[in-house]
């Protein structure tokens, strides 16, 4: 039998998540545990560059990681196409090939991975009907394990092969690392209730908008008025409101939580127990809040 059909018709299975106990095995080699480097790599430990280059926004990059039991930084071996009769499911106008990769180094992974590892991609031709060439391209792959097959992945959505690049790289090792941290912020799921007091001046009050969470957290938006000032505004994680209290940072988890979750207009129900001067106050802080936190700046649509 031809050895490269013998790995594509290994990777067809994994499609069906029906993988033989033999398909495309290779040798026994030592795993990849995350944040290390394999000594046949030839290459030193590397330290997350920072993030002076473009390249894909971190709502995307938040969106892949979060989703991804595994992250790896790899290096792609070789590919294979796969006859559109023994891709199931494959879109129209797209092509499947299974990829081989060295694994270079494991961001996340909690039982590790044999340094070589395959995994099917769906991908688009170029405007001239070529396949894209991947082989010695450095890649980032967002994946889940294959039961029974511990050298093969599935990729968790159709773009979660990434060129590697230091901004990429830096972005989604920090976001791992953030989701992990005993002070990560919640998930946020809608918004609770409202409430305006006004100051003892014209122009003066205070807005608070209360957060619903995943995990029944506390989270509160203030926003505080004063004459002649611009309006001042923070979050807090917990029960009390104090001094520390202060708007997200930019590209941060408590930043993405907020600017991808948090609807466009403050909902009816939510003032609903305000008068009427109170709940237009309310309304126009909370569209203050959305322009200070500025676009979420999704662009995947898988």
Request: with cysteine; proline share 11%; charged share 20%.
């Amino acid at each position: 039998m031809n050895p490269l059909f013998h790995v594509t018709a290994s990777a067809l299975a994994i499609a069906l998540v029906a993988l033989p106990a033999d398909a495309g095995r290779v040798p026994p080699q030592p795993q990849v545990s995350p944040g290390t480097t394999p000594v046949t790599t030839g290459q030193a430990p590397r330290e997350a560059p920072p993030e002076t280059q473009g390249g894909i926004g971190y709502a995307d990059i938040a969106d892949l990681v979060l989703s991804a039991p595994i992250i790896a930084d790899a290096t792609v071996r070789s590919t294979a196409k796969i006859k559109p009769a023994e891709a199931p499911n494959l879109a129209p106008g797209l092509v499947r090939l299974y990829v081989e990769v060295d694994v270079t180094a494991l961001i996340r992974g909690a039982d590790g991975l044999p340094p070589r590892i395959g995994y099917l991609l769906d991908i688009a031709p170029d405007s001239a009907g070529k396949v894209p060439k991947f082989k010695k391209a450095r890649v980032l792959i967002f994946a889940r394990p294959v039961a029974g097959a511990v050298n093969q992945v599935q990729l968790i959505a159709p773009d979660a092969q990434l060129d590697w690049t230091p901004t990429a790289d830096a972005r989604a090792r920090k976001i791992a690392n953030d989701a992990l941290a005993s002070d990560a912020p919640p998930v946020i799921t809608g918004i609770g209730n409202a409430f305006h007091v006004a100051g003892a001046l014209p122009g003066e009050g205070e807005t608070q908008i209360f957060l619903t969470t995943a995990d029944q957290r506390p989270v509160s938006l203030s926003v505080l008025r004063r004459p002649g000032e611009q309006p001042r505004w923070a979050v807090a994680l917990s029960e009390i409101v104090d001094e520390s209290a202060a708007p997200p940072a930019p590209e941060t988890l408590l930043w993405y939580r907020m600017a991808c979750a948090l609807p466009a207009t403050l909902p009816e129900r939510s003032t609903g127990s305000l008068e009427a001067a109170d709940a237009t106050i309310a309304r126009e802080d909370y569209a203050f809040v959305l322009a200070a936190l500025g676009p979420c700046g999704r662009t995947r649509k898988s």
